[in-house]
């Protein structure tokens, strides 16, 4: 199985600054055929579902504000939040979807310092 | 606009089976570019899939869950279900269904999710 790490596990922010959450993988899930990274990152706020903000490693799902930015490769991820709001209070996520079983980062919470 | 719901039991006992049914709306179950999938979440914890299916029902399982799992899938209902026998105050947990947007590679990332339904296991 590939395990997912995140870190840190929580993180207080201030609004308008900078948010950033890592992940690594114990293997790589990048796939040498398509030369992409087989890694998506979720939102999940208390008492919904998660919600997909990145496909790809760095691709933005429709719909989600660009101050989300996804990067890396291989096995080491970081999600960005340029510009804390309100709004983005929530647990986020990783999951690799390069190889069965499908599995999740333990998931980070982000608050307002 | 895709919706997915589950429904099913929000109370099961020790032992017996968790049955679970996905009902998906605004498009169609039977498609090619999806698979459909479970996925679990205990109370304050992490996300655990369970497995997914094809509309052919074509069907990937967790090893860890395996041998009490079954996803099943009614074309003419647009809904996938999930059996989860011999179930123990372990498997309390929030059960999602949710989309595999599939790529070209046969593999996909989970793109609509359903609301959630809570399971407890409990006598």
């Known amino acids: 199985d590939i395990v997912m790490t995140q870190s840190p596990d929580s993180l207080a922010v201030s609004l308008g600054e900078r948010a950033t959450i890592n992940c690594k993988s114990s293997q790589s899930v990048l796939y040498s055929s398509n030369n992409k990274n087989f890694l998506s990152w979720f939102q999940q706020k208390p008492g919904q579902p998660p919600k997909l903000l990145i496909y790809w490693a760095s691709t933005r799902e429709s719909g989600v504000p660009d101050r989300f930015t996804g990067s890396g490769s291989g096995t080491d991820f970081t999600l960005t939040i340029s510009s804390l709001q309100a709004e983005d209070v929530a647990v986020y996520y990783c999951?690799?979807?390069?190889?069965?079983?499908?599995?999740f980062g333990g998931g980070t919470k982000v608050e307002i310092k | 606009q895709l919706q997915l719901q589950e429904s099913g039991p929000g109370l099961v006992k020790p032992s017996e089976t968790l049955s679970l049914t996905c009902t998906v709306s605004?498009?169609?179950?039977?498609?090619?570019?999806?698979?459909w999938g479970w996925i679990r979440q205990p109370p304050g914890k992490g996300l655990e899939w369970i497995g997914s299916l094809s509309y052919t029902g074509s069907t990937y399982y967790n090893p860890s869950l395996k041998s009490r799992v079954t996803i099943s899938v009614d074309t003419s209902m647009n809904q996938f279900s999930l059996k989860l026998n011999s179930v123990t105050a372990a498997d309390t947990a929030v059960y999602y269904c949710a989309r595999v947007l599939i790529t070209g590679t046969g593999r996909g990332y989970f793109d609509y999710w359903g609301q959630g339904t809570l399971v407890t296991v409990s006598s």
């Open positions: 605004g498009g169609s179950i039977s498609s090619n570019t999806y698979y």
């Open positions: 999951q690799q979807y390069y190889s069965g079983p499908l599995t």
